[in-house]
């Protein structure tokens, strides 16, 4: 029994430009946690080798936070499992890139190897890995050409460990094209592939010899379909692999549309939000009661300076949250003559295409600010 | 505003007076005729009027020669002393001081001077004096007449404005007051908030900021910065799809030419082989031909052989009588030769001239076969004539036909549709009860389904029970494989054992009598079993994988083993499809029950078509027969055919039959007509031909007989060419006949004859030899092309070698250089990075966005500021323009209050003149007129209190509500102590009781002060010209 742990696209460095700074810390530093929890795995499942398929790291020049984070991870290790490191097309093997860098391979322990040529490591007599590194940043040569096919009489378990796209070729956006047969042509029984953020077969209706996506163990954006995972795989005698899907990841990225208050409300009460990177987009047009009780929910979930938000990351979109200003009576009871002379002006300007957004919140200004909140 | 003390000398019925004022409430009094109302116009004369004015004469003491003098302290606005001085009666009599404290004076102006700067102290509307509009006595405005009110002025005050004014002095400071009123607490905050906002993002004159500070700068910036590097990755990102496309066009071209390159290389070997198998082709024919070369030579070698020994005979000599022989044979062949050439000149005269005779006999009966040929065309031309005439006769009578046929038809089929729909209408109803039945019997196998879906579905689990087996053998599979890592068991047995042995799951071992070592290897688990005495169960793996193995074991034996057994399966395998074989009873039934509705469904519509048949009315019978005898005699058939290819429209189709046939059948009775003139010309020509015929014929056999039967023109032929021949023969045998018989001639034919057989026979052995060598040449180009490529070019041609090898150098070339291109292509695309730039490129896009939002959301919540900024500024001065709105609601509500909603309500102008006093009510009306002088009184007095309140300014009220009653002037107390918090106000009363209580009076001293409130008991301060009959001024 050959077991395995397969991960790829950790992306350490990755800046995420459109959140706040405090955002972007939180999920650049996620990517690092993450680590933790990865290698965990391997050790509580003892696996005999960690594969790590590319885009380790977000560019071939990571900044030192980011690799002293892996180098002590892995220097606290007292493993004998070989880990291999593998370089992308985000951190491809250049001259002057990462993983020639004397100072980091220096901070690696032993039993880490980094994939710097065309690798065939035997585990045993009985397994053997083929690993290809990505030598650019973009090609269209596919890196399983380069792995050696089948002979006749080998018996071995055989493992690949590549980097690149396995979609349609035609696709002229395929970077190192990998064809959907691979495994089968070049006579794997398991292919470790790093690229895509999802945890996918290829193609998906083909589980023997499994070619298989674990995805980044941490989630990079809202459209990933299943990221946050790393793959377990114990190939047997019969060199059939078994594949168990083990989720690592903290953040989970959501997509939230709130078209009417009950549904803010519902979500304001979620206890699930601390781990969400959160994109919420609110479309209704409300009383200025509950105008205000929205605002009032907005600012819990994104938090204040005083307070922290409720959701982990927010990205608000607000553009469709309106105060629906012809029934502002009961509210401009009681307020100034000259206050409510100013608030019938703003309901005018409301009326306006041109003036109705900085109407409307002029008039939500006024009430707030003249009940002190 | 407030007035500090008083000093009267010689003023009026006052000799001297001098009055200190409290801030807030004083209460000055004393009786009549005291001199309060002096005192009020003393203030206002030490105010208002100049020295020099004729109204003050008015002032003087009338028993006195003495000059009044008033002068009057008071504080402005700002907190700085003045004090007035009036001598009244000469030009210089004015002066003006101010003190920073009262206490130390400087002179501000003096003479005519002060009086102007007094107005520019007091702004109440009144021209400066001198100027225009000055006025010459006692100068009036709206704010003189609410601050400083002459006695009983009540109508004044209501009717007249501020734009009575003399003025405008006093309505700007009036607005600026109302403007500072109307500075409500709230709304300055709002306001503040607002402008703070306001001014972090715009300049004073209301341009966005462009300054570092300015939050909207930075986030312009951002969206700046942003835009910048998006569209340096935008550039990237292009190149790098330029190129990435490139290299995978490439790519595929490259493929795609290999194939060609393949192709083209096959294509030229197969062209060579061509050539070989060709070129050995031609070697076969070569030798082929050689080979008759040489049957040639060999056959002349004989011939040559033979003449030899001919010519060998005659030169002998025994050939001396033969030749004498043939020169007597050759003179009398001269002889007949001249005979023959005679005889053939003469029958080559007699074959010109039968020659002539047949040809004119031919002529004629050529002319006369034609005539009888166009006769014939001319007979079969009227016969096709007269069959086109009587065929279109046939067509009218068809066209008339095709009409009573469709008639009949119509009629037929609506008959025959009568009694199809009735049969149609039962065959419906039987299909409406088939279906029924169909129906039911769906439902009954839906029912079965349903009860067989229920029957199965009883002993297997859920859908989600199944899911979780599913996740529980997933899970057990996973920690059985967590626990491999490898065991190998050795057993060495000390004696013979019988071992049973199961490594995982593989296949049981059974070694009965083992005595030597033996090594067992598993993943993760190894069971031993020594005869009936010992079980050993090895297991790999941690303990807590082992547990979790041991709970997954547990769980499946609970909960698989359970469900398999209640579903009487072997495995989860089928279990799975047991569950899906369920699942089809339940679409069995469904798809059932589809069928029995849409069984149902159709044999109700089937019966209700059937009713609708069984209403087709038919046609009477004898109508019928009618019809069908208009037919006639013409083939039904026939009428049937053409009525119905005709279609719908197949009586108007039909009367224009009938028409152009009629029309057709009148031009064929023309065509017969001009047929037959023809055929009589015919007929005379033929007669004339005929006899010259007969002529020709009676004369030609007659040479024929003569010329001995014989072909004339093979005649001709060869009795010339026999002439030519013997005239020939005779110019040849004419020297012969002198030769023959020589016997030198006979010897050098000999050696002639041998010199050729030698060279026959040489050129025999060359062909030979040629031949056989040629044929060995095919034999070996043959054999040099191998067999596939001779099939290959059975099956296909072959192309020419040189336009193969052009192909395939043109192949290879292309090739190559798409290959070169290609890496070319693929190196630049490393360096390019494409597929990270556009992600970059995304990433980005979602920044730009989020940025482009923020800066969004903050222009558009700065211009929120900055509009709720500019309606608070434009409310505000809508609400202080109108100074009656300003001023009205406080008016109004305290009058209301005044007189307890007797009133709706009081509504002042845009200036401060009351316009009207509403009653409560929809159809309230105007009451102002006719309110009681008390109440007029009353309401001027709330605009006073209301102006100067607002103006933060003393007022002074002279005997005012003196028409009012206890308790509303008990209300009144109130609302002046409210008042006086904020503006001194003095009120002269002969009654102080009506303001304060006896406490508050002073009892030794002029005056007391007590809670804001001063007392001032004139009469102790007052000292007349003439002494007052009553001391006592409290009492009523």
Same mark, same amino acid.
């Given at each position: 029994?050959l077991?395995?742990?397969?991960t790829?696209?950790?992306?350490l460095?990755?800046?995420?430009? %459109?959140? #706040? *700074?405090? =955002?972007?810390?939180?999920l650049s530093?996620? @990517?690092?946690d993450?680590l933790? +929890?990865v290698?965990?795995?391997?050790?509580r499942?003892?696996v005999?080798?960690?594969l790590c398929?590319?885009?380790?790291f977000d560019?071939?020049n990571p900044?030192r936070?980011?690799w002293?984070?892996l180098?002590?991870?892995?220097?606290k290790?007292?493993w004998?499992?070989?880990?291999?490191?593998?370089p992308?097309?985000?951190?491809?093997?250049?001259?002057d890139?990462i993983w020639r860098d004397?100072?980091?391979k220096s901070a690696l322990?032993?039993?880490?190897?980094?994939?710097d040529?065309?690798?065939?490591? %035997?585990f #045993? *007599?009985? =397994?053997?890995?083929?690993?290809?590194p990505c @030598?650019?940043?973009?090609?269209? +040569?596919?890196?399983t050409a380069?792995?050696p096919a089948?002979?006749a009489?080998?018996?071995r378990?055989r493992?690949?460990l590549?980097?690149?796209?396995?979609?349609?070729?035609?696709?002229w956006?395929?970077?190192?094209?990998?064809?959907?047969d691979?495994?089968?042509?070049?006579?794997?029984?398991?292919?470790?592939?790093g690229?895509?953020?999802?945890f996918r077969?290829v193609p998906?209706?083909?589980?023997?010899?499994?070619?298989l996506?674990p995805?980044?163990?941490?989630?990079?954006?809202?459209?990933?379909?299943?990221?946050?995972h790393v =793959?377990l795989v114990?190939?047997?005698?019969q060199r059939?692999?078994?594949v168990?899907?083990?989720?690592?990841?903290?953040?989970?990225?959501?997509t939230?549309?709130?078209?009417?208050?009950?549904a803010?409300?519902?979500?304001a009460a979620?206890?699930?939000?601390?781990?969400?990177?959160?994109?919420?987009?609110?479309?209704?047009?409300?009383?200025?009661?509950e105008?205000?009780e929205a605002e009032?929910l907005?600012?819990?979930?994104?938090?204040?300076?005083?307070k922290?938000?409720?959701?982990?990351?927010l990205?608000l979109h607000?553009?469709?949250?309106?105060?629906?200003?012809?029934n502002?009576?009961?509210?401009?009871e009681?307020?100034?003559?000259?206050?409510?002379?100013a608030?019938?002006?703003?309901q005018?300007a409301?009326?306006?295409a041109?003036?109705r957004l900085a109407?409307?919140?002029?008039l939500?200004?006024?009430?707030?600010?003249?009940?002190?909140? | 505003m407030r007035?500090l003390?008083?000093?009267v000398e010689?003023?009026q019925?006052i000799?001297?007076?001098?009055v200190?004022?409290?801030?807030?409430?004083?209460?000055l009094?004393g009786?009549?005729d005291?001199?309060k109302s002096?005192?009020a116009?003393?203030?206002r004369?030490a105010?208002?009027?100049?020295?020099?004015?004729?109204?003050a004469?008015?002032?003087?003491?009338?028993h006195a020669?003495?000059?009044?003098?008033?002068?009057?302290d008071f504080?402005?606005?700002?907190?700085?002393h003045?004090r007035?001085?009036?001598a009244?009666?000469?030009?210089?009599?004015?002066?003006?001081w101010?003190?920073?404290?009262?206490?130390s004076?400087?002179?501000?102006e003096k003479?005519r001077a002060v009086?102007g700067?007094?107005?520019?102290?007091?702004p109440?509307?009144v021209?400066?004096?001198g100027?225009?509009n000055?006025?010459?006595?006692?100068?009036e405005?709206f704010?003189?007449?609410?601050?400083?009110?002459?006695?009983g002025?009540?109508?004044?005050?209501?009717h007249?404005g501020l734009?009575?004014?003399?003025a405008d002095?006093g309505?700007?400071?009036?607005?600026?007051?109302?403007?500072a009123l109307?500075?409500?607490?709230?709304?300055?905050k709002v306001?503040d908030r607002a402008q703070?906002?306001?001014?972090?993002c715009?300049?004073?004159?209301g341009?966005?900021?462009?300054?570092?500070?300015?939050p909207?700068?930075?986030?312009?910036e951002?969206?700046?910065r942003?835009q910048?590097?998006?569209?340096?990755?935008?550039?990237?990102v292009a190149?790098?799809?330029a190129?990435a496309?490139?290299?995978?066009?490439l790519r595929?071209?490259?493929?795609?030419?290999?194939?060609e390159?393949q192709?083209?290389?096959e294509?030229l070997?197969?062209?060579?082989?061509?050539?070989?198998?060709q070129?050995?082709?031609?070697?076969?024919r070569?030798?082929?031909?050689?080979?008759?070369?040489a049957e040639?030579?060999?056959?002349a070698?004989e011939?040559t052989?033979a003449s030899l020994?001919e010519a060998q005979r005659?030169?002998?000599?025994?050939?001396?009588r033969?030749?004498?022989l043939?020169r007597?044979?050759?003179?009398?062949?001269?002889?007949?030769?001249?005979?023959?050439?005679r005889?053939?000149?003469?029958?080559?005269?007699?074959i010109?001239?039968?020659?002539?005779a047949?040809?004119d006999?031919g002529q004629?009966?050529?002319?006369?076969q034609?005539?009888?040929?166009?006769?014939?065309?001319?007979?079969?031309?009227?016969a096709?004539?007269?069959?086109?005439?009587?065929?279109a006769?046939?067509?009218?009578?068809l066209?008339e036909?095709?009409v009573a046929?469709?008639?009949?038809?119509?009629?037929l089929?609506?008959a025959?549709?009568?009694v199809d729909?009735?049969?149609?209408a039962?065959?419906?109803t039987e299909e409406?009860?088939?279906?029924?039945v169909?129906?039911?019997?769906?439902?009954r196998?839906a029912q079965?389904a349903?009860?067989?879906?229920?029957?199965?579905?009883a002993?297997l689990?859920?859908?989600a029970?199944?899911?979780?087996?599913?996740?529980?053998?997933?899970?057990?599979?996973?920690?059985?494989?967590r626990?491999?890592?490898?065991l190998a068991?050795a057993v060495r047995?000390?004696?013979?054992i019988?071992l049973?042995?199961v490594?995982?799951d593989?296949?049981p071992?059974d070694l009965?009598?083992?005595?030597?070592?033996?090594?067992?290897?598993?993943?993760?688990?190894?069971l031993?079993?020594?005869g009936?005495?010992l079980e050993?169960?090895i297991?790999?793996?941690?303990?807590?994988?082992r547990r979790?193995v041991?709970v997954?074991r547990r769980?499946w034996?609970e909960?698989m083993?359970t469900?398999?057994?209640?579903a009487?399966?072997a495995s989860l395998?089928d279990l799975?499809?047991a569950?899906?074989a369920?699942a089809v009873?339940e679409?069995?039934a469904h798809e059932?029950?589809?069928?029995a509705a849409a069984a149902r469904?159709?044999?109700?519509s089937?019966?209700?078509?059937g009713?609708l048949?069984?209403k087709?009315?038919s046609g009477?019978?004898?109508?019928?027969e009618?019809?069908?005898?208009r037919?006639?005699t013409l083939p039904?058939e026939?009428l049937?055919r053409?009525?119905?290819s005709m279609?719908?429209?197949w009586?108007t189709?039909?009367?224009?039959l009938?028409?152009?046939?009629g029309?057709?059948l009148q031009t064929r009775?023309?065509?017969?007509?001009?047929v037959?003139a023809?055929?009589?010309?015919v007929?005379?020509r033929l007669?004339?031909v005929?006899?010259?015929?007969?002529?020709?014929?009676?004369?030609l056999?007659r040479l024929l007989e003569?010329l001995?039967g014989?072909d004339l023109a093979?005649a001709r032929?060869?009795s010339s060419?026999e002439?030519t021949?013997?005239?020939?023969?005779?110019?040849?045998?004419?020297?012969?006949?002198v030769?023959t018989g020589?016997?030198d001639v006979?010897e050098a034919?000999v050696k002639?004859?041998e010199?050729a057989?030698?060279?026959?026979?040489?050129?025999l052995?060359?062909?030979?030899?040629?031949?056989?060598a040629?044929?060995g040449e095919?034999?070996a180009?043959e054999a040099?092309?191998?067999?596939?490529?001779?099939?290959?070019?059975?099956?296909?041609p072959p192309l020419?070698?040189?336009a193969?090898?052009a192909?395939?150098a043109r192949?290879?070339?292309?090739f190559d250089e798409v290959?070169a291109?290609?890496?070319?292509?693929?190196?630049?695309?490393t360096s390019l990075?494409?597929?990270?730039?556009?992600?970059?490129?995304q990433?980005?896009?979602e920044?730009l966005?989020?940025?482009r939002e923020?800066?969004?959301e903050l222009?558009?919540?700065?211009d929120?500021?900055?509009l709720l900024?500019?309606?608070l500024?434009e409310?505000?001065?809508s609400?202080?323009a109108?100074?009656?709105?300003?001023l009205g609601?406080?008016v109004?509500?305290?009058?209301?209050?005044l007189t307890?909603?007797?009133y709706?309500?009081v509504?002042?102008?845009?200036t401060l003149e009351?316009?009207?006093?509403?009653?409560p009510?929809a159809?309230?009306?105007?009451v102002?007129?006719s309110?009681s002088?008390?109440?007029?009184?009353q309401?001027?007095?709330?605009?006073?209190?209301?102006v100067?309140?607002?103006?933060?300014s003393a007022?002074v009220l002279?005997?005012q509500?003196?028409?009012?009653?206890g308790?509303?002037?008990?209300w009144?107390?109130?609302v002046l102590?409210?008042?006086a918090?904020?503006?001194q106000?003095?009120?002269f009363?002969c009654?102080?009781?009506?303001?304060?209580?006896?406490?508050d009076?002073?009892?030794k001293a002029?005056?007391?002060?007590a809670a804001?409130?001063?007392a001032i008991?004139?009469?102790r301060l007052?000292h007349?010209?003439y002494?007052?009959?009553?001391?006592n001024s409290?009492?009523?």
């Amino acid at each position: 029994m050959l077991k395995l742990l397969h991960t790829a696209d950790w992306h350490l460095g990755r800046d995420f430009p %459109a959140f #706040s *700074e405090e =955002a972007r810390k939180k999920l650049s530093r996620a @990517r690092v946690d993450v680590l933790d +929890q990865v290698f965990a795995e391997a050790e509580r499942n003892a696996v005999d080798a960690v594969l790590c398929a590319g885009d380790l790291f977000d560019d071939p020049n990571p900044k030192r936070d980011f690799w002293e984070a892996l180098a002590s991870r892995l220097q606290k290790k007292r493993w004998q499992r070989p880990v291999f490191l593998l370089p992308g097309n985000h951190d491809p093997l250049l001259a002057d890139g990462i993983w020639r860098d004397g100072t980091f391979k220096s901070a690696l322990p032993p039993f880490v190897k980094v994939v710097d040529r065309e690798l065939e490591h %035997a585990f #045993s *007599e009985r =397994a053997v890995l083929y690993a290809v590194p990505c @030598r650019s940043k973009a090609s269209q +040569q596919d890196p399983t050409a380069l792995i050696p096919a089948r002979t006749a009489g080998d018996e071995r378990i055989r493992v690949g460990l590549v980097h690149g796209s396995a979609f349609d070729a035609g696709d002229w956006q395929t970077n190192f094209p990998i064809a959907k047969d691979a495994a089968v042509e070049r006579g794997l029984d398991y292919l470790a592939l790093g690229d895509t953020h999802g945890f996918r077969y290829v193609p998906a209706d083909r589980l023997q010899p499994p070619t298989l996506y674990p995805g980044a163990p941490e989630p990079t954006a809202f459209d990933e379909q299943d990221a946050g995972h790393v =793959a377990l795989v114990f190939i047997n005698r019969q060199r059939r692999a078994l594949v168990d899907k083990r989720r690592v990841g903290h953040w989970r990225w959501e997509t939230v549309r709130a078209a009417e208050l009950g549904a803010l409300r519902a979500l304001a009460a979620r206890d699930d939000l601390k781990n969400r990177v959160l994109r919420l987009v609110v479309e209704m047009n409300l009383p200025a009661p509950e105008y205000e009780e929205a605002e009032a929910l907005l600012d819990q979930l994104a938090g204040t300076e005083a307070k922290h938000g409720r959701a982990g990351v927010l990205e608000l979109h607000r553009e469709g949250l309106r105060l629906d200003v012809a029934n502002l009576g009961p509210q401009l009871e009681g307020l100034p003559r000259v206050l409510q002379a100013a608030a019938r002006t703003l309901q005018l300007a409301a009326g306006a295409a041109d003036t109705r957004l900085a109407a409307e919140r002029a008039l939500f200004h006024l009430l707030r600010t003249a009940r002190g909140s | 505003m407030r007035y500090l003390r008083l000093t009267v000398e010689a003023f009026q019925g006052i000799e001297a007076a001098t009055v200190d004022f409290a801030p807030g409430l004083n209460v000055l009094y004393g009786p009549n005729d005291l001199g309060k109302s002096t005192l009020a116009t003393a203030i206002r004369a030490a105010l208002l009027l100049p020295v020099t004015s004729s109204e003050a004469h008015a002032f003087e003491p009338w028993h006195a020669g003495r000059k009044p003098v008033v002068t009057l302290d008071f504080l402005d606005g700002q907190g700085l002393h003045w004090r007035v001085k009036k001598a009244f009666g000469g030009p210089s009599g004015a002066q003006l001081w101010s003190s920073n404290d009262g206490a130390s004076w400087t002179s501000a102006e003096k003479g005519r001077a002060v009086d102007g700067r007094l107005r520019e102290l007091l702004p109440w509307g009144v021209a400066s004096p001198g100027g225009k509009n000055a006025p010459r006595g006692m100068p009036e405005s709206f704010i003189v007449n609410a601050l400083l009110p002459r006695q009983g002025e009540v109508e004044a005050l209501l009717h007249r404005g501020l734009d009575d004014d003399a003025a405008d002095s006093g309505k700007v400071s009036l607005t600026k007051a109302l403007s500072a009123l109307a500075q409500d607490p709230l709304f300055k905050k709002v306001l503040d908030r607002a402008q703070a906002e306001v001014e972090k993002c715009f300049t004073e004159t209301g341009a966005r900021k462009t300054s570092r500070t300015s939050p909207l700068t930075a986030a312009g910036e951002a969206v700046k910065r942003l835009q910048v590097e998006r569209d340096a990755l935008t550039r990237q990102v292009a190149d790098a799809e330029a190129v990435a496309q490139r290299a995978s066009m490439l790519r595929e071209r490259r493929a795609e030419l290999g194939v060609e390159l393949q192709e083209a290389r096959e294509a030229l070997e197969l062209a060579r082989a061509a050539l070989v198998v060709q070129r050995a082709d031609q070697a076969r024919r070569a030798a082929a031909s050689l080979a008759a070369t040489a049957e040639e030579k060999k056959r002349a070698v004989e011939i040559t052989a033979a003449s030899l020994v001919e010519a060998q005979r005659l030169a002998s000599g025994d050939g001396q009588r033969q030749r004498e022989l043939q020169r007597a044979q050759v003179e009398a062949m001269l002889s007949a030769l001249t005979a023959k050439r005679r005889e053939l000149e003469a029958r080559l005269q007699k074959i010109e001239f039968a020659l002539k005779a047949r040809a004119d006999l031919g002529q004629a009966r050529t002319e006369a076969q034609a005539l009888r040929a166009e006769g014939v065309q001319l007979a079969q031309a009227h016969a096709r004539a007269v069959h086109e005439r009587s065929e279109a006769q046939g067509e009218l009578e068809l066209a008339e036909g095709i009409v009573a046929y469709g008639r009949w038809r119509v009629a037929l089929d609506a008959a025959q549709a009568a009694v199809d729909a009735r049969a149609q209408a039962a065959k419906l109803t039987e299909e409406a009860v088939a279906r029924e039945v169909e129906a039911q019997q769906h439902e009954r196998a839906a029912q079965a389904a349903v009860d067989e879906g229920a029957m199965r579905r009883a002993t297997l689990p859920t859908q989600a029970q199944l899911e979780v087996l599913e996740r529980l053998a997933h899970d057990r599979d996973v920690a059985e494989a967590r626990l491999g890592g490898g065991l190998a068991v050795a057993v060495r047995p000390r004696r013979a054992i019988a071992l049973h042995a199961v490594a995982d799951d593989g296949a049981p071992l059974d070694l009965p009598g083992l005595k030597a070592e033996q090594l067992f290897e598993a993943d993760r688990r190894v069971l031993l079993t020594v005869g009936d005495l010992l079980e050993v169960e090895i297991t790999a793996g941690a303990k807590e994988a082992r547990r979790t193995v041991e709970v997954l074991r547990r769980r499946w034996k609970e909960e698989m083993l359970t469900a398999l057994e209640r579903a009487e399966v072997a495995s989860l395998v089928d279990l799975q499809a047991a569950v899906k074989a369920a699942a089809v009873f339940e679409t069995a039934a469904h798809e059932h029950r589809t069928k029995a509705a849409a069984a149902r469904s159709a044999a109700e519509s089937a019966r209700a078509r059937g009713a609708l048949l069984e209403k087709q009315p038919s046609g009477s019978k004898d109508e019928l027969e009618a019809k069908e005898a208009r037919i006639g005699t013409l083939p039904r058939e026939i009428l049937a055919r053409f009525f119905t290819s005709m279609g719908a429209s197949w009586e108007t189709q039909c009367e224009e039959l009938r028409k152009a046939k009629g029309g057709t059948l009148q031009t064929r009775r023309a065509a017969v007509v001009e047929v037959e003139a023809k055929q009589q010309q015919v007929r005379w020509r033929l007669d004339e031909v005929g006899r010259l015929e007969a002529e020709g014929a009676a004369m030609l056999p007659r040479l024929l007989e003569q010329l001995g039967g014989t072909d004339l023109a093979v005649a001709r032929v060869q009795s010339s060419s026999e002439l030519t021949a013997v005239v020939e023969a005779l110019g040849a045998t004419q020297p012969e006949a002198v030769a023959t018989g020589s016997r030198d001639v006979a010897e050098a034919t000999v050696k002639e004859r041998e010199v050729a057989l030698v060279r026959a026979q040489a050129e025999l052995a060359d062909a030979l030899k040629a031949a056989a060598a040629r044929e060995g040449e095919a034999k070996a180009l043959e054999a040099s092309v191998p067999t596939e490529q001779r099939r290959a070019l059975q099956l296909r041609p072959p192309l020419e070698l040189a336009a193969a090898e052009a192909a395939a150098a043109r192949a290879e070339a292309l090739f190559d250089e798409v290959s070169a291109e290609f890496n070319k292509a693929d190196g630049a695309l490393t360096s390019l990075a494409g597929p990270m730039a556009k992600e970059r490129q995304q990433q980005l896009d979602e920044a730009l966005a989020a940025a482009r939002e923020r800066e969004h959301e903050l222009n558009a919540d700065a211009d929120a500021w900055k509009l709720l900024r500019d309606a608070l500024r434009e409310a505000e001065s809508s609400q202080t323009a109108h100074l009656g709105k300003a001023l009205g609601g406080e008016v109004a509500t305290r009058f209301l209050a005044l007189t307890r909603g007797r009133y709706a309500g009081v509504a002042i102008g845009p200036t401060l003149e009351v316009e009207t006093i509403e009653l409560p009510g929809a159809d309230g009306g105007e009451v102002l007129a006719s309110l009681s002088h008390g109440t007029k009184d009353q309401l001027a007095t709330l605009v006073r209190l209301c102006v100067a309140s607002s103006m933060r300014s003393a007022i002074v009220l002279d005997d005012q509500l003196v028409h009012t009653d206890g308790a509303r002037l008990h209300w009144f107390t109130g609302v002046l102590r409210e008042v006086a918090r904020h503006a001194q106000t003095l009120v002269f009363t002969c009654r102080p009781l009506d303001y304060l209580e006896a406490t508050d009076l002073p009892v030794k001293a002029p005056s007391h002060d007590a809670a804001g409130v001063r007392a001032i008991d004139l009469t102790r301060l007052i000292h007349r010209h003439y002494a007052l009959t009553g001391t006592n001024s409290a009492g009523p």
